[in-house]
């Protein structure tokens, strides 16, 4: 499975799965990853906001698998859409590592780089303080025009974009290669999913399992659908992902579980379908932040 891969508009090729790491900290962490690694991941998700860059770089070293075999995927932070090429200095550093496969804007959502907080930084009254003068759009004019110097970056996507923030990012010419989102049943993303297929920018699924204490690995629905599959919700979840069309990122920080989910399986189109159908009856978004820009999904 490990080999699976989807191919991008500029032809590189992106791993089906991948491993995410945010929330993988200390010592249990790094072995997470290391173990991921050892055991078939070769794509790793990672962001310099989720403050384990460092972390990671120790994993794939101790890890043995070279550089050259793994696909990085790196995010460039709220805080720092006004200092950028800071931002992926950083990251090379802190990953040791001299290119990124994808460089990805976190959030279309630039917020004060000298404010009260590294991750949220607030106004007096309590609200986001949004970096001044400072729009998405001139961040990703900022991020083409130093990819356009600067070869450590391979490519160059976002996340938690809708098909408003697309539109307003088109007439600069280079379309994001993926757009990476909140994605599983539950949260389908159809008429996005519709509309970057049309404009050849890959979703990727991240949340794939529904993230911490999701009610989908519950859902006595899917669980008849996995025992008929002899394998589990989860794995059920994630293939229902990569049939469907994008990578998946899951996290997990136990072994047995990192490996279960390079399990991806052939499910029929009948449960493939079903699956739809179970996730559109529960319709639901895990993943929300202060500064999110997203539509209503109900
Ligand atoms: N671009 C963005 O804004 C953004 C936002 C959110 C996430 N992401 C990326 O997407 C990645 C994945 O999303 P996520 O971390 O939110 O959640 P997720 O991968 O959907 O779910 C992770 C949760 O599922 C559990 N889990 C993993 N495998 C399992 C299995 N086989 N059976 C049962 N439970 C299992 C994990 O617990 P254990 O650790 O105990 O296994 C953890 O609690 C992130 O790590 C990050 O890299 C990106």
Redesign the pocket.
Known sequence: MSSRQFTLADGAKIPALGL????LDGSKGREAIVHALKCGYRML?C?FSYGNQDLVAEAIEQSGVSREDLFIVD?LANTWHSAAEDCLDRTLAALKTDTLDLWLM??PSPLNHHGNHPKCPTLPDGTVDFEKDWNYVKTWQTMIEIQNRRPEVKGLGV??FGIKELEAISFTGVLPLVN?V?LHPSLNQEKLHKYCKEKGIQLVA???????G?AL?LDPDLQVIAEKNNA?V?QCLLSWGVAKGWPV??????PD?LE??LNILELSVEDIDDISRIGKASPKRY?TAPWHTFEEIV
């Open positions: 995410g790491t945010w929330q998700d962001a995010k976190h959030w996340a938690n990476q909140e991240y949340s794939p399992l529904g993230s911490t999701s690995l589990t989860a990122i899951p996290r997990s920080s136990s579980r279960q989910n993943v």
